[in-house]
C-alpha cells in the first residue's frame, strides 16, 4: 500500500509504526525497534533521488512533500517514487537530502529515543549503499566513491543552514575491497540482532564484529 513520506515526521504514525515493529521484531525497547524502522526507511527513501543522479545525472526531489513509499501491512518498506525533479547541480541534491534526513531523524529520535547522531550515521551508510548499486548497474562501481565524496562535500556545507543538524560532516560514505570488490565500510549498526526474532543474528557487514569476521563473511558472500 502506498505511504506519504511526510507520515515518517507524524508522532501518532510512528507510535504506531513502533508498535507494528514490535509484532513483527519481538518486544524489543523502543531505541532497538525505531533503528530497525529507520535502517529500512532510509535507504528506500533516498533511492528515487539517488538512482536517477547516477544513471542521468539529474536527480528527483527527496522531499518528504514529494515521496511516497510502498509499504507492507506490517509497515515494511518495500520501493518508493519521487514526484519532482532537481537541477543537475549536485548542492541543491545535498541540501534537500539534508533539510529531508534530518526532519527524519529528528522525529525518529523523538519517537523511539535513539541517537540523532546513530540515525544519521545510518542515512550515509544508505547514501553509500545506494549509490553503490546504482554505480553497480552501470558497470562502473568505483564511480559510487567519487559521486560519495562530492555528494559527502556538499552535505556537510548545506548541514550548517540547517538549525540544530547533529550531523556535521562525519561520518562520511566509507568504502573498501573485499575479495577484489568494492563494498560500504559500514558506520552504522541496524540493531536487528538485538531483537528477539532475529537475537544474535548479525548483518554480514555488521561494525559491531571484529574486521576480520566481517571480511571472512564477506568474502564467504561474494565469493573469492
Given at each position: 500500500?502506498?505511504l506519504p513520506a511526510t507520515s515518517l ?99 525518529f529520535s523523538r519517537a523511539s529515543g ?111
Amino acid at each position: 500500500m502506498e505511504l506519504p513520506a511526510t507520515s515518517l515526521t507524524d508522532p501518532a504514525w510512528l507510535a504506531d509504526d513502533l508498535r507494528r515493529a514490535r509484532r513483527l521484531h519481538g518486544p524489543a525497547g523502543p531505541v532497538v525497534l525505531g533503528t530497525i524502522r529507520w535502517y529500512s526507511a532510509s535507504s528506500v527513501l533516498v533511492a528515487p533521488t539517488l538512482e536517477p543522479w547516477v544513471h542521468t545525472g539529474v536527480a528527483r526531489d527527496p522531499a518528504l512533500d514529494a515521496v511516497t513509499f510502498d509499504i507492507t501491512d506490517d509497515g515494511r518498506f518495500l520501493d518508493a517514487y519521487s514526484t519532482r525533479t532537481l537541477g543537475p547541480a549536485p548542492g541543491e541534491l545535498a541540501a534537500a537530502l539534508v533539510r529531508t534526513i534530518d526532519a527524519v531523524v529528528t522525529a525518529f529520535s523523538r519517537a523511539s529515543g535513539a541517537s540523532p547522531r546513530a540515525l544519521w550515521a545510518i542515512a550515509i551508510d544508505s547514501i553509500a549503499n545506494r549509490l553503490l548499486w546504482a554505480g553497480s548497474t552501470t558497470g562502473d562501481a568505483d564511480a559510487a566513491k567519487r559521486s560519495a565524496e562530492e555528494l559527502a562535500e556538499h552535505m556537510a556545507h548545506a548541514a550548517h543552514d540547517v538549525p540544530g543538524c547533529v550531523w556535521n560532516g562525519s561520518p562520511r560514505p566509507r568504502f573498501t575491497t573485499v575479495g577484489g570488490r568494492l563494498v560500504v565500510r559500514r558506520s552504522s549498526c541496524c540493531l536487528v540482532y538485538e531483537a528477539p526474532a532475529t537475537l544474535g543474528a548479525k548483518c554480514v557487514s555488521c561494525p559491531r564484529q571484529t574486521p576480520t569476521e566481517r571480511e571472512r563473511r564477506l568474502r564467504t558472500l561474494l565469493g573469492p
